[in-house]
């Protein structure tokens, strides 16, 4: 297929390698900037354009990486014109009908990873959820996820926000620990690769039992003079102290279930 990506960021570079991989043509990569439009198409292909109304209206497929924020504004001027089209957005928290009115024939492929414009991801073990409004819609947009990944899911776009809220915990939240881990090590002069091997083993721990059987520390026993005692150690840092608090009697009253 021809397609056109609307945006740059850390997913339309990866998105945009494995549609490359995959025999697609990008023809041309959309960004604000003319710096992530240029380094994202030197990668994927296709020429760079910073006005939307530049954007060429004969492609097969539109696809959509941008904030949720700028949805709104963008999408009408973007579908003009190109309102037989196929459009998708990738976001995890936004409705499909976000193009209703606007476009005949939209969805959502929702790759669900975290990504990062320096990091090569292996797509095909990606798990992706897709969504689409329309028989042709979805037959153009499964054989593109098959094509890109060995685990397609169709998900509505209601649990498709449950999902993305599952994978904040999972990653982001998880990775913001790391970052409260690493100024505490920083602090005292200790480097965060310490942490590695107890990261990788709390992570191999969960393929093969649930995460509450994998749970261990002073949280669930709820042993309160550790906790007592670290939330101490915290008390120069209260935002940091109340996070592990608010941790703490979590893991307590959710082992307890």
Do not use: W
């Amino acid at each position: 297929m021809k397609i056109v990506l609307i945006g740059a960021g850390n997913l339309a570079t990866n998105l945009g390698k494995a549609l490359l991989a995959a025999g697609h043509d990008i023809v041309q990569v959309f960004s604000r900037t003319v710096e992530s439009a240029t380094a994202l198409a030197q990668i994927a292909g296709g020429a760079p354009v910073t006005d939307i109304e530049q954007v060429r209206a004969d492609a097969d497929l539109y696809i959509v990486s941008v904030k949720d924020s700028v949805l709104g504004e963008l999408l009408p001027r973007l579908c003009k014109g190109k309102e037989t089209k196929i459009f998708l957005h990738t976001a995890g928290s936004m409705d499909m009908n976000v193009f209703e009115g606007m476009a005949i024939h939209y969805g959502v492929f929702y790759p669900m990873q975290t990504f990062s414009k320096s990091k090569e991801v292996n797509f095909s073990e990606i798990p992706c959820f897709i969504e689409a409004n329309d028989d042709y819609a979805h037959t153009v947009i499964a054989d593109m996820a098959h094509e890109l990944s060995g685990r397609v899911y169709e998900l509505s776009s209601a649990d498709r926000k449950y999902l993305h809220l599952a994978a904040v915990f999972a990653c982001n939240f998880v990775n913001h620990c790391y970052a409260i881990s690493e100024k505490i090590l920083a602090d005292h002069g200790v480097p965060f690769d310490v942490m590695l091997p107890l990261i990788d083993e709390t992570a191999k721990k969960v393929h093969e039992l649930s995460p509450k059987e994998a749970q261990t520390g002073p949280a669930v026993r709820f042993d309160e003079n550790v906790i007592r005692m670290q939330a101490a150690l915290l008390k120069d840092q209260p935002q940091i102290k109340d996070i592990y608090e608010r941790l703490s009697l979590g893991i307590h009253r959710f082992s307890k279930k």
